[in-house]
C-alpha cells in the first residue's frame, strides 16, 4: 500500500473503506491518510523486533484449524491449558488468535498445548490442523513484552483521524481519532484478530444495495479467499492488485 502523497484523490475520495490483516493494518492508515509511510515502516520495524524477542522468550506457536459446526475451540483450548499445567508448565496459554471465517480459526501458544490439540483434532470436531511456519504466538498474551515498545514509538509519530474508514483488528469497529488508533494498534498485538466480524462489519448493508468493488494490494490472495467464505456476494466484487507487478510493469 502507498502513502497518500501518490495515491490520486480521487481514488481515496471513493474509497468506503479499509482495513488491514494484524501488521497489515499499518499499511490501511497510511493509504487512509492517518500516518506518514516511513513513520509507519518504522513502527512496523519496532513492533517486529519487540515480538521476535517476545517469541525467543518461550517455545510457542500458531496452529491454523479447521472445524466443523459441532467445534468448541475455546473448550479445546482450556483442556489444552490444563494439559500444559499437567506437565508443570505455570500459566500455559492456549487460545484464539485469529478468526479466520466461519469454522476457521488459528489457535496460538505454548508448543505443548498446540500438539496436544493436534493430537486430538477428532475430539474436538477439527478436521484439519496445520502448524503455520512462524516463531511465537502472535496476538496472544505471550506478546505482552512487545506492548510497550510499540507504544513508545507510536507515541513519538505523527497519527491523524483517518480520511478513509479504517476498520480495526481488535474489535471489526473504525477508528475514531488519533489517540484511538494509538491505544488499538497497541493492543492489537496482545489481541485475536477479529477478522471474520470485520468483514461482516464492512460489508453489512439493507438488502439490495450492491456491494462496492474490493481490492487486496500485495502479495497473495488470502484474503479474498477468505472473503469468500465469509461473504460470496461481495467476493463477486473482489479484485487482486499485485504492487510488485505493477511497479515491474513501471519500469519496462
Not at 469497529?173 to 470485520?198: A, C, D, F, G, N
Request: charged share 20%.
Amino acid at each position: 500500500m502507498c502513502g497518500l502523497g501518490s495515491v490520486s484523490m480521487q481514488v481515496v475520495a471513493n474509497c468506503v473503506a479499509a482495513a488491514g490483516y494484524s501488521v497489515g493494518e499499518f499499511a490501511a492508515l497510511v493509504f487512509a491518510g492517518a500516518m506518514g509511510f516511513a513513520e509507519a515502516l518504522y513502527a512496523v520495524k519496532v513492533r517486529a523486533e519487540a515480538m521476535q524477542k517476545a517469541s525467543e522468550a518461550v517455545p510457542s506457536g500458531m496452529l491454523s484449524v479447521i472445524g466443523r459446526r459441532e467445534a468448541n475451540y475455546k473448550f479445546a483450548c482450556l483442556e489444552a491449558r490444563k494439559h500444559c499445567e499437567s506437565l508443570g508448565i505455570e500459566n500455559p496459554v492456549c487460545e484464539i488468535s485469529n478468526y479466520l471465517f466461519p469454522d476457521s480459526r488459528v489457535i496460538a501458544g505454548h508448543l505443548q498445548a498446540l500438539e496436544f490439540l493436534q493430537e486430538n483434532a477428532r475430539k474436538y470436531y477439527f478436521t484439519r490442523t496445520k502448524m503455520l511456519p512462524v516463531s511465537g504466538a502472535f496476538h496472544t498474551r505471550l506478546m505482552e513484552p512487545a506492548a510497550e515498545p510499540l507504544a513508545e514509538v507510536l507515541n513519538s509519530i505523527e497519527i491523524e483521524k483517518p480520511l478513509v474508514c479504517v476498520y480495526s483488528n481488535v474489535d471489526g469497529k473504525k477508528y475514531m481519532h488519533s489517540k484511538h488508533i494509538r491505544k488499538l494498534l497497541v493492543k492489537q498485538v496482545v489481541s485475536p484478530v477479529m477478522w471474520e466480524q470485520t468483514m461482516h462489519a464492512v460489508y453489512e448493508r439493507q438488502q439490495g444495495t450492491e456491494f462496492p468493488y474490493t481490492y487486496e494490494v500485495g502479495p497473495g490472495k488470502q484474503l479474498g479467499a477468505v472473503l469468500k467464505k465469509c461473504n460470496l456476494k461481495a467476493w463477486k466484487q473482489y479484485n487482486h492488485v499485485d504492487a510488485l507487478e505493477d511497479e515491474e510493469a513501471a519500469k519496462t
